[in-house]
DNA sequence: ATCTTATTGTTTGATATTCAAGTTGTATTA
DNA sequence: TAATACAACTTGAATATCAAACAATAAGAT
């Protein structure tokens, strides 16, 4: 039962990652830039920190991939008054656009994937998720 | 309804992503020699082509990744007779032992999540991934 | 106030990951 | 047998990542 339902869940996740590396893919972003903008277009601002925690990655690394963000002209750093060691990261209106366009992708596949599922289950898929994110993430 | 929907299935592949890589990191296999012990483990035997496939690389990264494999001791390549220009992967004893550790962590993963929901739920939960993984990936 | 400690972000050096293109050896087809 | 296709490997380059060392700044202790 655990058994099958692991296996479900893996097969899921490997779909779900396939499609997102094959759409990053065909854009002009690499993957580490995709998963920044991901988690940039969800914040107003944010520093180095924040999103490196977000990310699951360290400071070294977001260091870099905003240097590359920032050469694409996708995002720039601000510093601030309140502590002049932080760097806030924003999107420039390419970024802006970039997220947009990359959360589409996101809602089509969401689409594709409930268009198989009935009202109920589809509520009931939502519940679910949320209940699993707010407990185990 | 959509959008929040999309939402939560981020929030539950980046858990699962972040999860799974600090399992990973915890033990002595990189993430690509863990991801491709993952495919190894579900199979007898395979090949480099189809290895590649499975992982969504070329053949040149599984020939790199399998050479790590062989070389730490989890994998060897047996050549057949039936095409001499095919290698077979197998795993080895010590191959097969970290499989089987890692598939239990993720049974382990599975266990919590589901740990919130109700019989019921878990039933529908499966249910719907199977639907969605037949349909979509 | 000044000295110490903590924190933010960057740099550096190393390893890992991946691809595209080219190569080799083997099979299949014409 | 010659031409073509295919499996795996190699090479060269770009990207991704970390740990450790570093610089600048902030916060706390005396």
Known sequence: MIEELTNELLF???????WENSIVRAS??????????EVLGEHE????????????VTTGTTTVTVD???????????????????????????G????????NYHIQLT????????????RQFQDTLKKINMETF
Do not use: C, P, W
């Open 12 to 18: 899921f996740f490997n779909g779900f990652s396939s």
């Open 28 to 37: 002009d972003l690499t993957i580490s830039e995709a998963h920044a903008l």
């Open 45 to 56: 601002k944010m520093n180095m920190k924040s999103l490196a925690q977000k990310l699951g």
């Open 68 to 94: 590359r963000l920032e050469k694409k002209n996708f995002a720039k750093r601000e510093s601030t008054q309140e502590d002049r060691r932080v760097n806030l990261i924003v999107l420039t209106e390419k």
């Open 96 to 103: 802006k656009k970039a997220f947009a366009e990359h959360h």
């Open 111 to 122: 689409e594709q994937m409930v268009s198989v599922l009935s009202e109920d289950e589809i």
